[in-house]
């Protein structure tokens, strides 16, 4: 069997790690397409390298660009790649621009294309994560659904027979860095002179919190003034978006920080005080190490985080100071997210179905 995974950014690649390393164990030939939609040293090539993923066999180098350009550039660069590898099946991952030109691109090909992470819903019509979930979703062959909640906003849209269950493949890296970074405090404590369970985690991109200049500024003000240091995480796109408002993004309690690797970000996860985030991957990654975390947006996908009392929603300084100060959550032995080897089954699942 030959699968072609198509990713292009952060959170594609962390997911790509155990799809990798399980392909290789099952004797299946992996190529790997980078589209090129993240760039940055610590958005991309880091996590190919501490992950232990090999380097691209692909790079399309699309780069940045409004929704239309950048996701119509990948698309016409897909065509002659998934045209010269024409492989069983194009892996297709999450939510990103990536994910809808690639599965797009499969399947006006007719080259069969699963979607890992399928089924997810935010509800919110206004995000361009959930026209690519809903596109992808309908445009593939299989959908590969990491949670029950997820196969069941798929049967509700008539999807069922396309469908697996297979766990969520981030619980398997998760795992595994976990107990790889558990034992040494992580160098951010020293680098930021900060004390075990004494600060926050904060990471925040999405458009809805950065685009418009007012609610930039109230989502700052209001790390600003938690009851910790927070370390801001400043993706590229915050740190762009500030400059161009004018909103200071080290100020009271709040300091802007490079985004870290991968292991690097579970360690300094793992032992803060909290997570305040808008990341869909990092709810779920709080969740899974015994986190609390606050999520600063109207609704998430991962609503077993909420439902389990590990997550809360918040959005205005009130309810994020509100979120973070909240009593610890009651530990549960609750599994959502399954059982950490999710990616030998999506493996099989391929294997399966593969024509
Ligand atoms: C994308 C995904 C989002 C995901 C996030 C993870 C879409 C629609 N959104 O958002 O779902 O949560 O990745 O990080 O696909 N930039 C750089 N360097 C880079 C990449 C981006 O400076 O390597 C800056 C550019 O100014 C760019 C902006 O960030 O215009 C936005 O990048 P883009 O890839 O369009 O979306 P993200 O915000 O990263």
Redesign the pocket.
């Known amino acids: 069997m030959k699968i072609v995974s198509v990713v292009g ?3 594609q690649f962390v997911k790509l790690a155990p799809i990798h390393k399980a392909a290789r164990a099952a004797g299946v030939e992996h190529v790997i397409v980078h589209t090129g ?4 040293p610590m ?2 090539d880091v996590f190919f390298e501490d992950l232990g993923i090999d380097a691209p066999d692909v790079h399309l180098g699309v780069g ?2 409004s ?1 239309g350009v ?1 996701t119509g550039a990948m698309l016409a660069a897909l065509d002659a790649v998934l045209d010269e590898h024409r492989p069983d099946w194009v892996l297709v991952y ?5 994910t809808v030109a690639a599965a797009l691109s499969a399947v006006k090909m007719h080259i069969p294309v699963a979607h890992l992470e399928a089924g997810l819903r935010s509800f919110n019509r206004r995000m ?2 959930e026209h ?1 979930r809903v596109l992808t979703d309908h445009a593939a062959d299989l959908l590969l659904a990491p949670t029950q909640v997820a196969a069941d906003h798929l049967a509700h849209e008539g999807l069922v027979e396309r469908t697996e269950l297979v766990g969520d493949v981030m619980t398997d890296v998760l795992f595994e860095v976990r107990d790889q970074v558990s034992t040494q405090p992580p160098a951010l404590l020293g680098e930021l002179g900060l004390e075990e369970r004494g600060f926050y985690v904060a990471t925040i ?3 809805e919190n950065t685009d418009d200049g007012g609610r930039l500024a109230e989502v700052v003000g209001s790390l600003a003034g938690l009851d910790k240091p927070v370390v801001l995480l400043a ?3 915050v740190v ?1 978006k500030a400059a161009a408002h004018g909103v200071e993004l080290t100020q009271g309690s709040l300091i802007a920080h490079s985004p870290l690797a991968y292991p690097e970000l579970i360690a300094a996860a793992l032992c803060s005080a909290g997570v305040v985030t808008d ?2 991957g990092l709810q779920k990654e709080a969740f899974l190490l015994g986190v609390p975390c606050t999520t600063v947006r109207t609704e998430t996908e991962w609503v077993e985080t909420v439902q389990l009392g590990w997550n809360v929603l918040a959005n205005t300084a009130a309810e994020i100071a509100a979120g973070v100060t909240r009593p610890r959550p009651t530990p549960t032995d609750a599994a959502p997210y399954g059982d950490g080897h999710a990616a030998a089954r999506v493996i099989e699942v391929l294997s399966r179905h593969a024509r």
């Not at 939609?37 to 940055?40: F, G, L, R, V």
């Not at 999450?94 to 990536?98: H, L, R, Y």
């Open positions: 950014a952060r959170p939609q993240h760039y940055d958005l991309s940045s660009g929704h950048q999450g939510d990103t621009n990536s361009p994560e690519n991109h999405r458009a993706h590229p796109r762009a990341s869909g």
